[in-house]
């Protein structure tokens, strides 16, 4: 997607070869108009799938993945991140470690808002090693709800996550993958 190849040209910050800063269009302060093209690519290019939920990790997967699932006219579902079980019983949890953080912390989602009838569509924001993804994968195969797809806005491809991805044979579609980071130099593939 050309127009995020510019907005990463322009205003992303290499913070070193293995982390890109997008604060100022889709981590902090989000671009709502490059949200909604966002939303439109995924929705175009999984539109032959029947998609009955789109799912994704909070916070920084929920803008994107808000704009596609308003465009496909499903609900969009949110894994959160380190929630009490006090209170919930009926919980769907994984152990997940943080690419940025270097943290592992634990997802959950409500055993109400994923089922075996789900066809999933799953987005977030960036794509590291593939540890949030497949935490998602996890959760999905506790509900045994079918992952459909995996959206990628950013992919770092110089990490192992695609790989790990392609090797369950899930179809996955980044908008912008990203062959090399190094200080103020950004390489698409
Ligand atoms: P993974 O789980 O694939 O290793 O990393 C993906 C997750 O880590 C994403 O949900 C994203 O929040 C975060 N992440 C990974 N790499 C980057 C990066 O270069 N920049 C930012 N802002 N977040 C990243």
């Given amino acids: 997607m050309d127009k995020l190849k510019n907005y990463i040209l322009t205003y992303g910050n290499a913070k070193d070869t293995s982390v890109l800063k997008v604060d100022s269009f889709l981590n902090h302060q989000i671009d709502v108009t490059l949200m909604e093209e966002i939303g439109d690519d995924f929705a175009q290019y999984f539109q032959h799938k029947k998609i ?6 909070e916070t920084s997967g929920i803008a994107p993945a808000m704009m596609v699932a308003l465009k496909l006219k499903v609900p969009l579902v949110f894994l959160k991140k380190n929630v009490s ?4 019983q009926d919980l769907y949890t ?5 690419f940025t953080k ?7 989602c409500n055993a109400l808002f ?3 009838e789900d066809h999933v569509l799953f987005i977030d924001d960036f ?7 497949l935490g998602a994968m996890r959760i999905l195969d506790q509900a045994q709800a079918t992952l459909e797809g995996v959206g990628i806005v950013i992919e770092k491809s110089f990490q192992k996550g695609r790989s790990l991805i392609e090797e369950k044979n899930i179809d996955i ?9 190094d200080g103020e130099a950004i390489e698409f593939l």
Avoid: F, P, W
Avoid at 85 to 88: F, L
Avoid at 127 to 133: H, M, R, S
């Fill in 173 to 181: 579609y980044s908008l912008a993958r990203i062959q090399k980071l």
């Fill in 52 to 57: 009955t939920k789109v799912l994704t990790i």
């Fill in 127 to 133: 794509l590291a090693n593939g540890e949030a993804c």
């Fill in 94 to 98: 994984t152990k997940v470690h943080s």
């Fill in 85 to 88: 079980k006090i209170h919930n």
């Fill in 102 to 108: 270097d943290i592992d912390y634990e997802l959950s």
């Fill in 114 to 116: 994923l089922s075996n």
